[in-house]
């Protein structure tokens, strides 16, 4: 047993800020992809889009992954399209349970409105931006989640506490 919880789900559900609460509840570490990134490359993922492409950005989460095979009793969030590719997926798996986060359309452009460090969103039409990938990625988030956790109406604390009873009750 790894011990590990992977989060995974589109830009704006609350991975991060749960990933901190689960952390911080469960006593585990914490590991957020875009994070590694942007430290082991010293800049952000809008620079890495805007000067390397989004391929680049991509091998670089793989890259990630394969470097944290090891990692145990860690909480890891992970960018929105970290699983499009799947051996990522595979890596993944091989990590700990997949808990997808959803929310609805109109939460997650209310959560991102003031928000331009996701450059697949930046411009004019964010709505329709976050409704059009939705609707490419959402059949592919369900079906490698293990665990489906709806946060367009919960706190972060209700999501934790419903991510921990999930694990415990798996782990009996
Ligand atoms: C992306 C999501 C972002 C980040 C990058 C691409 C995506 O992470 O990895 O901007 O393709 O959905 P968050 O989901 O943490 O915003």
Redesign the pocket.
């Known amino acids: 047993m790894r011990n590990n919880i992977i989060l995974i789900?589109?830009?704006?559900?609350g991975?991060?800020e749960v990933a901190k609460g689960l952390a911080e509840s469960l006593n585990m570490g914490i590991i957020?992809?875009?994070m590694e990134?942007e430290r082991e490359q010293g800049r952000t993922?809008?620079q890495i889009?805007s000067e390397d492409g989004?391929k680049r950005?991509r091998d670089m989460?793989s890259d990630l992954l394969r470097k944290l095979s090891n990692a145990k009793k860690h909480v890891i969030?992970?960018?929105?399209?970290?699983v499009?590719r799947d051996g990522n997926v595979k890596m993944l798996k091989a990590l700990g349970p997949l808990v997808l986060l959803v929310s609805n359309p109109e939460v997650i452009e209310k959560r991102?409105s003031k928000n331009s460090?996701?450059?697949?969103?930046a411009g004019e039409n964010k709505g329709q931006k976050i409704r059009e990938?939705l609707a490419k990625?959402e059949h592919i988030y369900n079906s490698v989640a293990d665990l489906v956790v709806d946060t367009s109406d919960l706190s972060i604390d209700e999501a934790v506490k419903k991510i921990k009873d999930h694990v415990k009750g798996a782990k009996k």
């Open positions: 789900g589109f830009m704006g559900v991975k991060t957020d992809t875009d990134i993922v809008s889009f989004e950005f989460e969030s992970t960018g929105g399209g970290i499009l991102l460090d996701r450059p697949l969103l990938m990625r």
